[in-house]
């Protein structure tokens, strides 16, 4: 509410500063109508309220896609590059690598719906349905060419974006990442699948206010991490800023119980398989050949590559390997 102080002036000046106040107010009501606040969307108004350092050359920015408020860093220069994060991370898994390529791509780093300052609907975690605000957002920027590559979730959800606008992807780079199909023997891999996928919100009950003890174990176990704090505590906290959250935790859940959609969208993918180049890249300590021995049933054209001394974090591990890597692969 503004309040006008009129003191001696004269009638005139009070009618024209009258107006004045009434048009600024119709500008301000205006750009809050350009943001609205159902399906907890964000405003721009609150760009990166986290603590941590967007890379020299970056910006952090908002865009309306395909209905969601998505909030991504850009920065760089030369043909377009989208990097997705998994789980459960954010787009500040690329920090590291970002840099590396700063001379080589103009970098796309967007927050995934559910996860930062993007929007954080309660459904609607298919990897059909995450791409198709990725393709949105780079079609909005006003990149109709691209190259992507994803990591863990993201390498899901950037063969999906390939796969339903093949026309738009050049390139593809899945990093430890395995979309599934009827192929896949067991979609139950890990212990924390099953978990996360029993009905009635059950994991959200167990879990309860214990958020931070659960999340920190994919950080740091062996399982996942084989260079010990490669996932520092500053990122560890960032990362809790989403998924430390109700709302943050049951849209990460959701993309473990949207499994099944994703599978019947696979199977009917794999049926016209892609003919782009695709890099497949595993780690040592994690997953090796099994990405490029997925994703060779639905694609055509893959190359197999392996990021030496580092577990499933690749990004975190190893971020000029993995920099190296993508550029090799993008640049010939």
């Known amino acids: 509410m503004a309040v006008i102080l009129f003191g001696d002036l004269t009638f005139k000046t009070r009618i024209t500063k009258l107006k004045k106040a009434i048009t600024t107010a119709a ?90 300052e993007s929007s954080c609907p309660e459904k609607g975690y298919s990897k059909v349905e995450i791409a198709e605000d990725f393709y949105r957002l780079m079609q909005k920027l006003g990149h109709k060419k691209f190259f992507v590559a994803g990591h863990d979730w993201g390498g899901s959800e950037a063969f999906a974006l390939t796969a339903t606008h093949p026309e738009s992807v050049e390139k593809l780079i899945i990093l430890e990442a395995n979309p599934m199909g009827s192929w896949v023997a067991n979609k139950e891999p890990l212990w924390f699948y099953g978990f996360i996928r029993q009905p009635n919100n059950y994991a959200e009950k167990i879990i309860g206010n214990n958020k931070k003890e659960f999340f920190t174990w994919f950080w740091t176990n062996k399982e ?81 590559a392996l990021i030496p001394n580092s577990g499933h974090f690749v990004t975190e591990e190893q971020p000029e390997l993995t920099a190296d890597t993508i550029r090799n692969f993008l640049k010939n």
């Open 224 to 304: 996942g991490i084989h260079i010990p704090n490669a996932i520092d505590a500053d990122a560890q906290e960032e990362y809790l800023r989403t998924y430390g959250t109700n709302k943050g935790m049951n849209a990460a859940f959701e993309l473990y119980r949207t499994i099944d959609k994703d599978i019947e969208n696979n199977d009917r993918f794999s049926k016209i398989p892609l003919t782009i180049p695709v890099l497949a890249v595993g780690a040592e300590f994690s997953q090796k050949g099994k990405i490029a021995e997925n994703m060779k049933h639905v694609a055509n054209n893959v190359t197999e």
């Open 27 to 116: 500008i301000l009501l205006t750009g809050m109508a350009a943001f609205p606040q159902k399906n907890n969307i964000v405003p721009a108004a609150t760009k990166n309220p986290g603590k941590v350092k967007i890379p020299t050359g970056f910006k952090s920015l908002f865009a309306e896609a395909n209905g969601q408020q998505i909030h991504y860093i850009i920065g760089g220069v030369g043909k377009p590059l989208l990097l997705l994060h998994g789980f459960p991370e954010s787009w500040y898994t690329w920090r590291k690598v970002m840099p590396l390529l700063l001379k080589d791509f103009t970098l796309i780093v967007p927050d995934a719906r559910g996860v930062g």
